[in-house]
């Protein structure tokens, strides 16, 4: 292997949005060190590239010399980690506030020509939700280590692997009715392929230091009407249902004792905000992207989830 070939550094790579990002490096010749906590589950990684060019590592990025090790050599750095709720007390804090910090510490240090951070919209100091604002933490520690770093901030992403759609549609399977919170909350779902997409134009472009962008699909939706296009889409008649607050914070409590708990207390917070693109800010298409459609993608996925399987186009109520 030719060691003057760009190196690309991702952290989270092995996640949902990562393994796209992974497969669009590996296709423009990089090098592309995954550093993830299980290096044998990202081996699958490997296949989207050259042998030796896809390289899973496990490194501890809050160890100093761990975090060195990991960004060596590094031309680009792209950070996804980041979590939807806490196993302990402060980890948002940890792992969305303080440890993309240290990430942009590690990158100006070790010369690293791009940096980008993939938050989240609701990324805000002033949320209601912690985990806003750990978001909100996190980007300014980011840009005040690696002030030409871009920040992306995705809002609901979808795609074949995604933990929205599929789960919603799964519940759909077994349940009479479809209980939710938040029905007249507002999404903007972005392809998970737009994403990475837009990752690669944050490495590419030259217009793109120290800019935040918002990133959206072509079409705002409430939750209750996303759920109904779901719902047509897997062909099954089920009532959407608005949980009562009081009983969605009773049962988000007593989820929050599960070790991944489908609804927490902070998520509330967070589903009492709309999580669409803000006037102004710029997002997909100062990028260079066209956004992808959902009723385009969502059809595709969600087949196995309709009546009779992906056998029947138009499957029995």
């Given at each position: 292997m ?17 393994q796209?990002?992974v ?12 550093i ?5 589950g ?9 042998v ?11 160890d ?5 090790r ?10 996804l980690?980041g979590?939807?709720?806490e196993?302990r007390?402060?980890d ?29 919209i ?8 912690l ?10 520690a980011?840009?005040?280590?690696f002030?030409?770093a ?6 609901i992403v ?14 759909a ?19 998970v ?5 837009a ?26 009407a ?9 062909g099954?008649?089920?009532?959407v ?6 009983l969605?914070?009773?049962q ?21 905000r ?17 956004p ?24 029995a109520l």
């Amino acid at each position: 292997m030719n060691a003057r070939r760009r190196v690309a550094v991702v952290f989270g790579g092995s996640g949902f949005i990562g393994q796209y990002v992974v497969q669009r490096l590996a296709r423009r010749d990089y090098v592309v060190r995954v550093i993830t906590r299980d290096p044998e589950g990202a081996r699958p990684l490997m296949t989207q590239g050259l042998v030796g060019q896809i390289v899973p590592l496990a490194a501890d990025p809050f160890d100093d010399l761990a975090l060195a090790r990991a960004l060596e050599d590094a031309t680009v750095v792209v950070n996804l980690i980041g979590i939807l709720f806490e196993r302990r007390e402060g980890d948002f804090a940890r792992v969305h506030g303080a440890l993309p910090g240290r990430i942009a510490e590690g990158c100006a240090k070790a010369g690293v020509q791009r940096l980008v951070q993939v938050s989240a919209i609701g990324a805000d100091a002033t949320s209601p939700s912690l985990y806003g604002r750990s978001k909100a933490e996190g980007e300014a520690a980011v840009l005040a280590a690696f002030p030409r770093a871009t920040i992306l901030r995705p809002s609901i992403v979808f795609g074949r692997e995604d933990a929205f759609f599929n789960r919603f549609a799964g519940m759909a399977r077994l349940l009479p009715v479809l209980p939710i919170v938040g029905s007249n909350t507002r999404f903007q779902p972005v392809y998970v392929g737009d994403v990475a997409d837009a990752v690669m134009a944050a490495l590419d472009r030259e217009d793109v230091f120290g800019r935040t962008y918002e990133l959206g699909g072509p079409r705002v939706a409430t939750f209750k009407a996303l759920m109904e296009e779901m719902l047509e889409v897997v062909g099954r008649r089920r009532r959407v249902v608005e949980l009562p607050r009081g009983l969605a914070e009773f049962q988000a409590k007593v989820f929050e004792r599960l070790p991944n708990p489908p609804l927490t207390r902070d998520q509330l917070l967070l589903l009492g905000r709309d999580n669409v693109v803000g006037d102004g800010m710029p997002g997909l298409h100062e990028l260079g992207i066209e956004p992808t459609t959902l009723e385009s993608i969502l059809p595709v996925y969600l087949a196995r989830f309709r009546v009779g399987g992906e056998r029947k186009t138009r499957p029995a109520l």
